[in-house]
């Protein structure tokens, strides 16, 4: 062979070599976390902490060989071992209701390039509705005694709507944290359920049908009510809708504040009679917002169906409800279900029902129920099924012992000795913490039977019920997603700091008598000088915040007849934070303190920052797909408009990447991505790679294949995608643009051309 064939042939080799990747063994291996302040990173320190994912699913592509596939494990890692690099790494979102988190370089995207091995090939994934600042400000109703529409009456203008900071302290009434009033009784009357619309900015309030407590405006008891802009300039409470007068959605036989002969003096006794029976069986129970925030759930007592409205109609006039299907019959014995608390966790709903006994039954006959109602099968599961039979804390020091008791209409079958008992379950509110665990706000209907200083049934003797509520704690297994109760004071690794010393009486915890298996988990639920059990209201948390916000009577150790909020720690059971909002112990008293004076609990929190964007890239093969082997392309300008008008700008770098979001949609009076907003993202033709062309755009693919191809059209010469925003923290990190790559240069050598393919 003549030397200068010999030349070419090695010459087309090297040529050959430049043009093809270069593999390398290696190993890729991260973990999975949520993002819950929206900050792109893992965050763990002793006052804010991000639990890791299990069950994600993990796929990477490598350049040459098979496609692997694993799952996180139990701490949210996963590991891929011998892949031949450089690989493309998939993550795949666990569900429907959560988005990638913002980009950060400690956290990309769902789609992610190794040339090399790494231990940080990291992801975070959010549930918008999860999200929340440090110190959002609260909102709780307030109840009160008597008519806000008699005429002459002096407390039409009392709160029924308050609204403090995450921080409040002391006494509101006496040198602590003040309240604001965003409601007065005879603007919405007494309410239960509180649900925030961060998108909307607005705050929805549900009606509620209490002994002694006025019903607002309408009086049908089927109200449900908002405010705009409840934390900035709050608007004149409005009614959104009524269930009875718009729809035809029966709610009971509701008697009118004139008929329960409430009366227009705040403090006076009433007789109120047949309230006593219909409590917790007419009106409305809790109200909750779907995880989108397009969506209210709101649980009629009456027919004891949860009902869905469509949040954009009913602000926008037009009333709608359409009752979800019935949840799973318990086939309660001696009793009937009785639902009433709601909560969302990841786009699945959460109804609370007890078994209620009240057909003769005892102790053994109630049940605690948890189901969970799946959207895309239409379908009720039960996740939580107990029998209360465990000993409570003292209600009373020094009284009798108690266990909690069958639904009773019949005041004659409590203890009465003047201030009567008979602790009778009410699932009044679900809180789901960081890793998705609930925490069960189990209150007394009692409560809502009695009043302060006020007239028994069908009697002028006055009476002052004290409620029995219990604070619950479960653990979700982050492997198989089942929940258990807590047990002697213990859920899953976390162990209360009680040491109650085998007493009902005082501080729970390990051993005391005072919960499931002989203690109880929220060892601080309880005063130190009166009662053992003192949760009558609703439950809220800042995700990540290891602090549970809970309404408690008598919250200040030493004031009596109070109510207001306390915070505990949910890693120990420990009170960390206490906050009295009323006092009030005259004869008779305007306010309810032992018998569930404030209504549900709910954080003002921010909407989740939103952002767009992902990665422009040279389509080496022109096959619109990014592979493994394919670089980004740095140094691309981006152009964002909205209606024909330029809102934002960015340039692609660290490795083609682009994104919008607040700190670049600025341009022409823009504050950041609007929701539900059309957007034209555009790489303009003089702006094009050199010599490069569009790719083939939406070319599909196994998976989640909208994750890894092209989706800009060639629209004017520029490239182009048309898109639509989501709501707040719906992030979309899908959107890239390919360009084709030219081939390598043909080489000829005697006839032989070599390209790369």
Request: overall charge negative; aromatic content about 10%.
């Amino acid at each position: 062979m003549k030397s200068s064939t010999l030349f070419f042939l090695a010459l087309l080799f090297n040529l050959a070599v430049l043009c093809l990747p270069t593999n390398l063994a290696g190993q890729i291996s991260g973990t999975v976390f949520r993002d819950l302040n929206a900050n792109g990173q893992k965050d763990n320190s002793s006052t804010f902490n991000e639990p890791f994912v299990a069950n994600v699913t993990v796929t990477a592509y490598p350049v040459t060989g098979s496609v692997q596939t694993t799952t996180t494990d139990a701490s949210g890692a996963y590991s891929f071992a011998g892949l031949v690099l450089p690989a493309r790494i998939e993550f795949s979102l666990p569900n429907a209701a959560v988005y990638t988190a913002p980009f950060s370089p400690t956290s990309t995207t769902s789609v992610q390039f190794y040339s090399a091995p790494t231990t940080a090939a990291n992801f975070g994934f959010q549930n918008p509705a999860h999200f929340s600042q440090p110190n959002p400000d609260l909102l709780t109703p307030k109840f009160l005694n008597g008519d806000p529409f008699a005429p002459g009456n002096d407390l039409a203008n009392d709160p029924a709507l308050f609204r403090f900071p995450n921080t409040a302290m002391g006494n509101a009434q006496s040198g602590g944290t003040p309240t604001t009033t965003l409601a007065t009784q005879s603007q919405i009357g007494s309410t239960w359920g509180v649900a925030w619309d961060r998108k909307r900015n607005k705050v929805f309030l549900s009606a509620h049908y209490k002994r002694h407590a006025p019903l607002g405006p309408g009086e049908t008891g089927g109200q449900i009510f908002y405010i705009d802009d409840p934390v900035g300039s709050p608007g004149t409470p409005a009614l959104l809708m009524d269930l009875v007068a718009d729809l035809g959605i029966s709610v009971g036989t509701i008697e009118t504040n004139a008929t329960r002969q409430l009366s227009p003096t705040k403090g006076n006794a009433s007789p109120d009679n047949n309230a006593f029976a219909a409590v917790g069986k007419v009106s409305l129970g809790d109200m909750d917002i779907s995880d989108d925030g397009e969506f209210l759930y709101v649980v009629n007592l009456h027919d004891r169906k949860v009902y869905q409205i469509n949040i954009a109609q009913a602000v926008g006039g037009t009333p709608n409800a359409v009752a979800l299907p019935d949840f799973t019959d318990p086939n309660c014995a001696n009793g009937i279900a009785r639902p009433w608390g709601l909560g969302f966790w990841d786009g699945e709903l959460y109804l609370g029902i007890v078994c209620s006994a009240e057909s003769g039954g005892n102790t053994s006959d109630l049940n605690l129920i948890i189901q969970r109602f799946n959207f895309a099968s239409s379908t009720w599961s039960t996740v939580l099924d107990v029998v209360p039979d465990w000993e409570k804390g003292d209600i009373i020091f020094g009284g009798a012992k108690y266990k909690w008791q069958g639904w009773r209409d019949d005041f004659n079958q409590y203890i009465d000795t003047g201030w009567p008992v008979h602790p009778q379950p009410v699932i009044g509110d679900i809180e789901f913490d960081a890793e998705g665990s609930m925490h069960l706000a189990v209150l007394d209907r009692l409560g809502f039977q009695t009043g302060h200083r006020n007239f028994r049934p069908f009697s002028t003797q006055l009476i002052t019920g004290v409620t029995g509520g219990e604070l619950l704690r479960t653990y979700k297994d982050p492997v198989t997603g089942m929940f258990t109760l807590e047990n002697n004071a213990v859920a899953g690794p976390y162990v209360s700091g009680g040491t109650g010393n085998n007493s009902q009486t005082g501080q729970g915890g390990p051993n005391t008598l005072q919960g499931p298996g002989g203690g109880e988990f929220y060892a601080d639920d309880h005063t130190t000088t009166n009662h053992s059990e003192t949760t009558n209201g609703g439950l809220s948390i800042i995700k990540g915040s290891q602090r549970l916000s809970s309404v408690q009577m008598d919250p200040i150790d030493g004031q009596v007849d109070a109510s207001g909020v306390v915070w505990f720690n949910t890693a120990n059971g420990l009170e960390t934070q206490e906050y009295q909002i009323f006092f009030n112990a005259s004869t008779p008293s305007p306010d309810f303190s032992k018998q569930n004076g404030l209504g549900d609990l709910e954080f003002l929190s921010d909407p989740a920052p939103l952002e767009i964007g992902n990665r422009i890239w040279t389509d080496t093969d022109n096959d619109g797909i990014q592979d493994a082997d394919e670089a980004g392309i740095d140094g691309i300008v981006v152009k964002l408009f909205k209606n024909g008008t330029q809102v934002g700008q960015t340039t692609t770098a660290n490795g083609g990447q682009w994104y919008f979001n607040a700190s670049n949609v600025t341009m022409n009076g823009a504050a950041g991505l609007e929701y539900d907003m059309d957007y034209i993202i555009r790489v303009e033709s003089g702006d094009f790679p050199s010599g490069l062309n569009l790719t083939t755009a939406n070319v599909g693919g196994p998976g989640q294949p909208d994750v890894r191809d092209s989706d800009a059209a060639l629209v004017s010469g520029n490239a182009e995608i048309a898109y639509t925003t989501g709501g707040p923290g719906e992030n979309d990190h899908t959107l890239d643009i390919g360009f084709a790559a030219a081939a390598c240069p043909p080489v000829q050598c005697s006839g032989v051309s070599v390209t790369k393919n």
